[in-house]
């Protein structure tokens, strides 16, 4: 065991979320004590959660930013203790989420069954955006909350995408593949990515090799069927409304 193996810390799984799973798994606090950044998702769906440089900051329905409290829940999250001496990658002309991820792909080949998070700098030409409102028990499953999501378009806007990958395998406990959010440098703009374009990305990254998961302790969870094969409807989360 290498002394210097990252460890990606979890907060509930993926298929408990995707279901309508959303009282808080963590507080905001207590995730921070053994990670500084990474995404989330506030307690009732309350909007994308970002952590960064050691604070948690949530992206609410009307595109603002707030920044959370240490009682704050939150009902899904993965994070990790960043290495800001990470080598420095420039990544030039991308212009759709879909770049992105064909950029990032060499990165993850050379292993897909570990985990990567990436904080990636620049000014965007646009960032398109989603936030979700708070929701009231009984949830609706996260498919439907998405349908009433609200969109956002910045343009010119400087800021970090913050993301995580997760191979296919943990299907159900993560959600695999690329899971991207964004805040502004000034942090008045964030929420989970639909869509960008930015000419000029500096990005670190990191291979993570431990993973740390912490399963909700709310009565539901409890009762719930996690094996639903879910990917179909999760997928519909993770584009944009038509």
Not at 11 to 24: C, E, K, Q, V, Y
């Amino acid at each position: 065991m290498g002394h210097m193996m990252k460890t990606l810390f979890q907060a509930s799984a993926w298929n408990a979320l995707a279901l309508g799973n959303f009282d808080a798994a963590v507080n905001a606090g207590d995730l921070l004590r053994c990670a500084d950044t990474g995404i989330g998702v506030g307690a009732a769906l309350n909007g994308a959660v970002i952590l960064e440089d050691g604070v948690a900051y949530r992206a609410t329905a009307d595109g603002g930013v707030a920044v959370m409290q240490p009682e704050n829940g939150i009902a899904f999250a993965a994070a990790m203790a960043f290495d800001e001496n990470a080598p420095d990658v420039e990544l030039k002309n991308i212009g759709s989420i879909e770049s992105l991820r064909r950029a990032l792909e060499p990165f993850v080949n050379s292993n897909r069954n570990i985990f990567y998070m990436i904080k990636a700098g620049g000014v965007f030409n646009a960032v398109h955006l989603c936030s979700w409102d708070t929701c009231r028990k009984p949830y609706p499953t996260l498919a439907e909350a998405a349908k009433s999501q609200h969109e956002f378009c910045f343009e010119n806007t400087r800021g970090n995408v913050i993301a995580v990958w997760c191979p296919q395998y943990v299907s159900g406990i993560c959600w695999p593949g690329w899971h991207f959010h964004y805040l502004s440098s000034d942090k008045t703009q964030g929420g989970h990515v639909l869509d960008l374009s930015v000419d000029r990305l500096h990005m670190k990254i990191h291979r993570i090799e431990r993973f740390d998961l912490t399963l909700p302790q709310n009565p539901e969870f409890a009762q719930r069927d996690l094996c639903e094969e879910l990917s179909a409807k999760t997928a519909a989360v993770e584009s944009t409304k038509k």
